[in-house]
Nanobody, 123 residues
Framework: QVQLVESGGGLVQAGGSLRLSCAASGRTFSSSAMGWFRQAPGKEREFVAVISMSGGRTDYTDSVKGRFTISRDNAKNTVYLQMNTVKPEDTAVYYC????????????????WGQGTQVTVSS
């Protein structure tokens, strides 16, 4: 399985921007769909965005469409989540995850997870 380490979280004011990164180790990154998920206090972990192995296909949850952008650099084994115009409701721990082969938004189908990075948006 691929090992994942997120970074880039922190405190940001509403309307601001933040870029999360997720560095992967191992040889399976380029053959894995990559996803970002988040979990707010007292809530279940939810899907945020997913990108295909080649980067040619992406999907987002409705609440972040037009504000967040997922991208990947297979040469650097890294996936990114650019977060623009953030809102207080974006506050959560953000996790990246890898799904070997296939493409899905279902978090139960992702086999490798990072430890998460906290994003806090102040109003």
């Amino acid at each position: 399985q691929v090992q994942l380490v997120e970074s880039g979280g922190g405190l940001v004011q509403a309307g601001g921007s933040l870029r999360l990164s997720c560095a992967a180790s191992g040889r399976t990154f380029s053959s894995s769909a990559m996803g970002w998920f988040r979990q707010a206090p007292g809530k279940e972990r939810e899907f945020v965005a997913v990108i295909s192995m080649s980067g040619g296909r992406t999907d987002y949850t409705d609440s972040v469409k037009g504000r967040f952008t997922i991208s990947r650099d297979n040469a650097k084994n890294t996936v990114y989540l650019q977060m623009n115009t953030v809102k207080p409701e974006d506050t959560a721990v953000y996790y990246c995850a890898a799904r070997r082969w296939g493409y899905t938004k279902d978090l139960s189908q992702f086999g490798s997870w990072g430890q998460g990075t906290q994003v806090t948006v102040s109003s």
